[in-house]
């Protein structure tokens, strides 16, 4: 199976109005006609304005004019046309889907193309605008293909010369939705590691790859499994893409037209280094109040003077007497400031209520941010390597000097970096019950506690 049969193909052309199939491989010799009187009187603003949230079909007579931006000679679009407004710098795009084969034959990408919307159908799938006819499937209305027969009734195409097209050149950074439905081209872009060494797409299947820029930024390019290139591998190098913008939902994706749209002729740029370690990073106030189990939080404080990303880091609770783990919270996608606090909480509602703001981090039960006061907490950086403690891992707290239940651990200031070894001697401990040394007088929320403060 493949994208363009290798056998005898049935296109359908244009002959004025009419339509006629030509069973020939030669399609350099299709000739079609163009339109010479036909002239725009809305923009595609007007027509996407029509939208009021559902599917319609359109009954003002106007025509739009744009330019073709799309082609499937490669396979890697089909069934459809995308066009902007403009050859270089567009401001807004569209697409029409069409029941048409070698659609490039007809409509190349520079062709200017005006379309009649009298008739079709509007809508908006995944916050992509899309013009065509419609098909029904499990009992709702969509837009499909507009049918071959009506092609010539809708798009039709210019007498003017073919454009050259002016891809647009972003940023990963700077693609908005104006942008959708346009030909962009984005530099030092690479394929991700974990994808070298794989096809651009799985045969016959929709397959999905993944760009990033040299700061991190990601980007997934769209590759159809019927594509001539399916099975070329992923390009190893650095360079430029160029291809058709799209949008799944809240991200972006790209589709190129062929291979020719991809030049990685530069070497890799280096991976950008997001793990970070720290013995400024540690436990500063464990709280369990006597009054309101929903109010108790896990405070981390940066002693250094710069924020530090907690990609990687996590705090593994040890409850009660266990030497297995028991819970482990996972701290990645979070930065903690510069002489700043870091407060998780395992009920951010309550947390809201008690304390009068949101937590940074809002956990579940059970999770290292709901102790008790008996267990034992560690703070593990990126590499697995053991930067704070409080307690001793295979005791249980209750009736030591580590203990904090009805009560809090607070870690003393003049305490400036993590130790990886329970030390007493660095922590005010309250409680209800604990070992000499340790305060036993149960602490009431809020007025007992100072979360967000060092």
């Known amino acids: 199976m493949c994208t363009r049969i290798a056998c005898m193909i049935v296109v359908f052309v244009f002959l004025g109005n009419a339509i006629s199939c030509v069973k020939n491989q030669d399609f350099e010799s299709i000739t079609d006609a163009c339109e010479e009187n036909l002239v725009a009187n809305a923009t595609f603003a007007d027509v996407k304005a029509l939208y009021q949230g559902e599917l319609l079909q359109i009954q003002e007579d106007w025509v739009i004019e744009g330019y073709v931006i799309s082609s499937d000679r490669a396979g890697n679009f089909f069934s459809v046309l ?45 916050g992509v605008f899309r013009l065509g006819g419609t098909f029904a499937a499990f009992g709702a209305t969509n837009v499909g293909r507009l049918p071959a027969l009506k092609i010539p009734e809708h798009i039709f195409r210019s007498c003017d010369q073919v454009a050259a097209i002016t891809p647009r050149k972003v940023r990963l950074d700077e693609l908005d939705n104006a942008l959708i439905n346009t030909l962009v081209t984005i530099d030092s872009l690479q394929f991700v590691e974990h994808g070298l060494g794989l096809p651009f797409a799985e045969p016959w299947e929709e397959t999905e790859r993944t760009l990033k820029d040299c700061e991190g930024n990601e980007l997934v390019l769209v590759n159809s499994g019927f594509a001539d290139f399916q099975g070329e591998l992923l390009p190893g190098g650095n360079g430029s893409v160029i291809g058709v913008l799209l949008r799944e939902n809240d991200d972006f994706q790209l589709v190129i037209r062929d291979l020719d749209d991809v030049g990685f002729s530069n070497e890799r740029c280096e ?22 189990a929903g109010a108790r939080f896990v405070e981390l404080y940066n002693a250094g003077n710069q924020p530090l990303d907690l990609n990687g880091w996590s705090i593994r609770r040890y409850t009660n007497a266990n030497t297995e783990v028991s819970s482990v919270l996972d701290l990645s996608g979070f930065t903690i ?101 340790t305060i036993n007088q149960p602490q009431n929320a809020p007025e007992d506690f100072s979360p967000g403060q060092r």
């Open 82 to 126: 995308h066009f902007q407004d403009a050859p270089a710098e567009p401001t807004e795009g569209f697409q029409i889907a069409i029941d048409l084969f070698e659609s490039h034959l007809l409509f190349e990408p520079g062709s200017k193309v005006l379309i009649k919307t009298k008739g079709l159908y509007l809508g908006q799938s995944k």
């Open 271 to 292: 991976e950008p280094v997001t793990e970070f370690t720290s013995n400024q990073i540690f436990f500063s106030e464990l709280a369990d109040p006597n009054n309101n």
């Open 337 to 437: 400031g510069a002489l700043g606090t870091f407060v998780i909480s395992p009920n951010a509602a309550t947390f809201e209520a008690v304390y009068g703001f949101a937590p940074d981090m809002g956990v579940s039960t059970n999770s290292p941010a709901d102790s008790n006061g008996d267990d034992n907490l560690v703070l593990v950086d990126p590499f697995g390597s053991v930067i704070d403690v409080f307690g001793v891992i295979g005791e249980d707290g209750s009736g030591t000097d580590h203990e904090f239940e009805d009560g809090r651990a607070l870690r003393k200031v003049g305490v400036s970096q993590a130790n990886p070894i329970y030390t007493f001697s660095e922590w005010t401990v309250y409680n209800d019950t604990g070992a000499a040394g």
